[in-house]
């Protein structure tokens, strides 16, 4: 069983940044690919990123392309989300995942959520 836990949360204005942090447990972090999903209030969840096992390829949903940056550490079994030129409507609870398969395919893990604020 995989335990995903996320940190870094809070409340930025718009304009600035956050770093999300999620540390995995419970199954060798090499074989596992990693995301982060999101979800508005009163909207459904939604993709923002993910990373292959290796770090190699990343994937971006076009709202945040160009802004947001995912990379993983190896050694510290950490994935992170860097988060510049947040927007109000960056505003939801962002939720680690972690894919058994790929990238690319729906996660099999997911964390408990961190909610980021952005104010105008």
């Known amino acids: 069983q995989v335990q995903l836990v996320e940190s870094g949360g809070g409340l930025v204005q718009a304009g600035g940044s956050l770093r999300l942090s999620c540390a995995a447990s419970g199954r060798t972090f090499s074989t596992l690919a990693m995301g982060w999903f999101r979800q508005a209030p009163g909207k459904e969840r939604e993709f923002v990123a993910a990373i292959s096992r290796t770090g190699a390829e990343q994937y971006y949903a076009d709202s945040v392309k160009g802004r947001f940056a995912i990379s993983r550490g190896s050694a510290t079994n950490t994935m992170f989300l860097h988060m510049n030129s947040l927007k109000p409507e960056d505003t939801a609870v962002y939720y680690c995942?972690?894919?058994?398969?790929?990238?690319?395919?729906?996660?099999?893990?997911w964390g408990q959520g961190t909610q980021v604020t952005v104010s105008s």
């Open positions: 995942t972690a894919h058994s398969i790929s990238a690319r395919a729906s996660p099999q893990y």
